[in-house]
DNA sequence: TTTTTTTCCTGACAGC
DNA sequence: TGCTGTCAGGAAAAAA
């Protein structure tokens, strides 16, 4: 089985809190770039220079983004797939590290992507954060309802549209999977086909489903951040992901794997309808 | 303009 | 053993 770890809002929201504790109002003395690409929206010498003398003195998410600001610019990332960062006291640099921050304190700040799937950004301080402009509502906020989404669906799946970034932020495959279980409904049923009922179950089981992991983060985090760096590999007690063949303690049957827009989509056949 | 397909990456794994 | 091919996937770019 393979082990998945890509990073949604829970494991983001933990990273990012646990970075706060390790690296606020820490300074960037020196910063090496190993692979520049993961550098969306500036020159590596531009990125360098501007963060050089930079104190790390905010932490904040948004959707699945992880945003830093410093005192005259803003340092936003995002994990994609297996981005994660590493707080050392040596910089224990492998072929999977594509940046080094070195720290006041004598701390050493890693990004580490094995599939160099992520991305950095870099903003003036009073800039408009270009790449999260696009994002809908976060699932905690009080505007997220059912109307809403009625305004917002399209004619997708409801798991495409769980997808969606710009309608909801912050949701990925994993946890699209199991709030469409939380909530009965079949991967490939049209949104639009969606009742009132099943929509509120939805928006229900978003904010269930997100606010466990994040206590399990929060939790699972304290105990191997030192020895394995901050990752997102603390993972809700799954219903339905990766669990083909094994039988649905809802109903008792078989959990089913299909494909949904590309993306491996865990359901069970006897209870989402 | 909107929708679909491709691209980015590497490690794990299957099959020969 | 070692090679080749396929798959995993978030989001944006490229193509249709």
Same mark, same amino acid.
């Given at each position: 089985m393979k082990q998945n770890s890509m990073p949604e809002l829970p494991e983001v929201q933990t990273v990012i809190n646990t970075l706060e504790k390790q690296i606020k109002n820490k300074t960037i003395e020196d910063?090496?770039?190993?692979?520049?690409?993961?550098?969306?929206?500036?020159?590596?010498?531009?990125? /360098?220079?501007?963060?050089k003398g930079e104190s790390f003195r905010e932490f904040k998410r948004r959707g699945k983004f992880l945003i830093f600001y410093l005192d005259n610019y803003i340092l936003v990332t995002h994990l994609r797939m297996e981005g994660k960062f590493f707080v050392e006291n040596l910089p224990l640099i492998t072929k999977h590290t594509h940046l080094e921050f070195d720290l006041s304190g004598g701390k050493y700040l890693l990004y580490h992507d094995v599939r160099k799937f992520g991305r950095m950004y870099i903003y003036k301080i009073d800039e408009e954060i270009e790449c999260i402009k696009k994002l809908g509502l976060e699932p905690f906020d009080e505007r997220?309802? /059912? *109307?809403?989404?009625?305004?917002?669906?399209?004619?997708?799946?409801?798991?495409?549209?769980?997808?969606?970034? %710009?309608?909801?932020a912050g949701i990925g495959n994993i946890y699209a999977n199991? +709030?469409?279980?939380?909530? %009965? /409904?079949?991967?490939?049923?049209?949104?639009s086909s969606l009742t009132d009922e099943e929509l509120t179950k939805i928006i229900e089981g978003s904010r269930t489903i997100l606010k466990r992991a994040i206590e399990l983060?929060?939790?699972? +985090?304290?105990?191997?951040? *030192?020895?394995? @760096?901050?990752?997102? &590999?603390?993972?809700?007690?799954?219903? /339905?992901?990766?669990?083909? @063949? *094994?039988?649905?303690? &809802?109903? @008792? %049957?078989?959990?089913?794997? +299909?494909?949904?827009? @590309?993306r491996g989509t865990y359901y069970c056949p006897g209870c989402q309808k």
């Open positions: 910063i090496k770039v190993f692979y520049p690409k993961i550098i969306d929206n500036a020159e590596p010498d531009y990125f /360098v220079n501007s963060l997220l309802d /059912v *109307s809403y989404l009625k305004e917002h669906f399209n004619n997708k799946t409801v798991k495409e549209n769980l997808l969606d970034q %710009s309608i909801i199991e +709030i469409l279980y939380y909530a %009965s /409904v079949h991967p490939e049923r049209e949104f983060g929060g939790t699972t +985090i304290h105990s191997f951040q *030192s020895a394995k @760096g901050i990752d997102g &590999r603390f993972q809700l007690e799954c219903k /339905v992901q990766n669990k083909e @063949g *094994s039988i649905c303690d &809802r109903c @008792g %049957s078989t959990v089913k794997k +299909i494909r949904v827009a @590309g």
